[in-house]
């Protein structure tokens, strides 16, 4: 956090873990700018807590600094919605020059229903209702969340949520689809998840 300040950041929350980030997320007294997120969390892979944050109505573009170096793992990080990749070790100047990019480029944060993931019990929850997800189903939802609106395609999904190099049938992918739409309707949630006909599925 020294170094981000020194770069002239204001760090408005910080956090060790994925659920401490999600409390602080919502105690900081300002809505962030930008996120940037560790995937090596000590309770929750850093991808599931970016999408708790989503569903929490954060989104903020976020810049993730990692060790992990393969293409499998950034493939499934800009999959899951984050917007640039960093490795380490890095320089702060090459980070700020990142963070400022990204920060001209946020948009203002969109008011709409949401309903509420946690990254470490991987639950939905809704109104007065809460049902265990998956960790594929969580990293689906999560993927559609970070796209609301948009078609998201097929590959993107199953690159988001299997391991790479994952044998993933079609029909497998559309029955997870059918869990989630499942969950939602269990927990009353106002989005609905669309099929798009040999293109793949959209959250509305």
């Known amino acids: 956090m020294r170094g981000l300040a020194a770069e002239g950041f204001e760090v408005i929350w910080s956090a060790a873990d994925g659920h401490s980030a999600l409390q602080?997320?919502?105690?900081?007294?300002?809505?962030a700018d930008v996120i940037v997120l560790d995937l090596g969390l000590p309770d929750?892979?850093?991808?599931d807590v970016l999408g708790a944050l989503r569903a929490r109505g954060v989104d903020a573009p976020a810049l993730v600094l990692t060790a992990r170096s393969a293409l499998s793992d950034r493939l499934q990080s800009f999959g899951a919605g984050v917007d640039?990749?960093?490795l380490k070790p890095f320089?702060?100047?090459?980070?700020?020059?990142?963070?400022?990019?990204?920060?001209r480029r946020h948009r203002p944060e969109p008011q709409h229903d949401?309903?509420?993931?946690?990254?470490?019990?991987?639950?939905?929850?809704?109104?007065?209702?809460?049902?265990?997800?998956?960790?594929t189903e969580y990293r689906l939802l999560a993927t559609l969340l970070v796209r609301r609106g948009h078609v998201v395609r097929r590959a993107t999904l199953i690159s988001s949520?299997?391991?790479?190099?994952?044998?993933?049938?079609?029909?497998t992918l559309?029955?997870?689809?059918?869990r989630l739409r499942r969950a939602l309707r269990v927990v009353e949630a106002e989005?609905?998840?669309?099929?798009?006909?040999?293109?793949?599925?959209?959250?509305?």
Request: no cysteine; proline share 8%; net charge negative.
């Open 24 to 31: 602080s997320a919502e105690r900081a007294p300002a809505r």
């Open 44 to 47: 929750a892979d850093g991808l």
């Open 84 to 86: 640039d990749y960093l």
């Open 91 to 103: 320089d702060f100047a090459e980070l700020s020059a990142r963070l400022d990019v990204l920060v």
């Open 114 to 135: 949401v309903f509420t993931l946690d990254p470490v019990s991987h639950s939905l929850s809704g109104r007065d209702q809460s049902v265990s997800l998956s960790p």
């Open 161 to 171: 949520a299997w391991p790479p190099g994952a044998i993933v049938k079609e029909n």
């Open 174 to 178: 559309d029955a997870f689809i059918t």
């Open 191 to 204: 989005p609905r998840i669309e099929t798009v006909r040999g293109v793949g599925y959209r959250l509305t």
